[in-house]
């Protein structure tokens, strides 16, 4: 009995020793690829300025890890396999949060996410807000709601202009709606550029 007691907690000892590692996947990957993604999700990781270094290397390699696996998943099907190429990334889409909540807050976890996708979803809220001041909470969730799916899809594209793809294809959704709910996008986009150009001159 001690000996299987011993043995299960030599396990989960060693199980724990593990986790405390995140191993960076770059066997068999051109080494100037490899610095280029650890280059890109140190600066993702530095924005989230954690103080402890162990931790702030796990997240580094997880981040890492899942540019790899994104442009594993991306070079395996062409242009006639794109169900199977979905179905893969849907398969993978959870790991990510999954492996950062080990170590990151909700908070900072939405943080990497902005960081993997050039922080659109913030700078689109801020920008329709500025350009309708008069939208509704209501609206205003709605809009997040959207970005927030935006981004999701954004996350497991395979280079910047899949990314911005995904942004630019929500917004549209987005100012099809507030034009069915009444607004006059054009006059609204207008007064907003006056008020820029006012501000500029004060």
Request: glycine share 4%; no cysteine; proline share 0%.
């Amino acid at each position: 009995m001690k000996k299987v007691v011993f043995a299960a907690i030599l396990s989960l000892f060693t199980i724990t020793a593990n986790a405390q590692l995140v191993v960076l996947n770059e066997d068999g990957r051109d080494s100037a690829y490899v610095e280029s993604i650890v280059n890109r999700s140190q600066k993702i990781v530095d924005g989230l300025q954690l103080d402890d270094k162990k931790t702030a290397r796990n997240v580094r390699n997880i981040i890492a890890n899942r540019y790899f696996l994104l442009n594993d998943i991306h070079s395996k099907y062409d242009k006639n396999q794109q169900a199977e190429r979905d179905a893969e990334l849907y398969k993978h889409h959870f790991e990510l949060v999954s492996s950062l909540s080990l170590y990151l807050t909700d908070e900072q976890i939405d943080a990497v996410k902005d960081g993997m996708t050039f922080g659109r979803l913030k700078r689109d809220y801020q920008a329709t807000q500025d350009m309708i001041p008069t939208l509704t909470d209501f609206e205003k969730q709605q809009i997040l709601i959207w970005l927030k799916e935006a981004r999701e899809y954004a996350m497991d594209a395979a280079d910047s202009k899949g990314k911005h793809f995904w942004f630019d294809k929500y917004r549209g959704r987005t100012n099809n709606w507030l034009s069915a709910r009444g607004y006059d996008l054009k006059k609204e986009r207008d007064n907003w550029m006056k008020r820029i150009e006012d501000a500029k001159k004060k």
